[in-house]
């Protein structure tokens, strides 16, 4: 059974910093993209960032881009984002996800994404 377990999130204040980790297990994903989505209370799950199964390729939401970091290493099935110079309007639960198995495109699109964790609450108060 595939699971993806995130971790990391917490209470901060504005322009603080803090790290998500995910760790996915039950397959190996060395051979798919992986990604950050975020759900803000009331809102739509939306796209954050996405990184390749090399690590070497990423794609960010413009609303992070500058701010936000994934890194994953090479066919590792965790990945980790750096959240720094939080906003408030960065207040959400947190998702990792992963593409199906072999699907090694970035994308930013919701639906491209097979497995889901159950998410990391991300509290920035101002």
């Known amino acids: 059974q595939v699971q993806l377990v995130e971790s990391g999130g917490g209470i901060v204040q504005a322009g603080d910093s803090l790290k998500l980790s995910c760790t996915a297990s039950?397959?190996?994903?060395?051979?798919?993209?992986m990604g950050w989505f975020r759900q803000a209370l009331g809102k739509e799950r939306e796209f954050v960032a996405t990184?390749?199964?090399?690590?070497?390729?990423?794609y960010y939401a413009g609303s992070v881009k500058g701010r936000f970091f994934i890194t994953r290493e090479y066919g590792s099935n965790t990945v980790q984002l750096q959240m720094n110079s939080l906003k408030p309007e960065d207040t959400a639960v947190y998702y990792c996800?992963?593409?199906?198995?072999?699907?090694?495109?970035?994308?930013?699109?919701?639906?491209?994404?097979?497995?889901w964790g159950q998410g990391t609450q991300v509290t920035v108060s101002s």
């Open positions: 990184i390749s199964w090399t690590g070497t390729a990423s």
């Open positions: 039950g397959h190996t994903f060395r051979n798919s993209a």
């Open positions: 996800a992963a593409r199906a198995i072999g699907n090694m495109g970035i994308t930013e699109n919701l639906g491209g994404y097979e497995y």
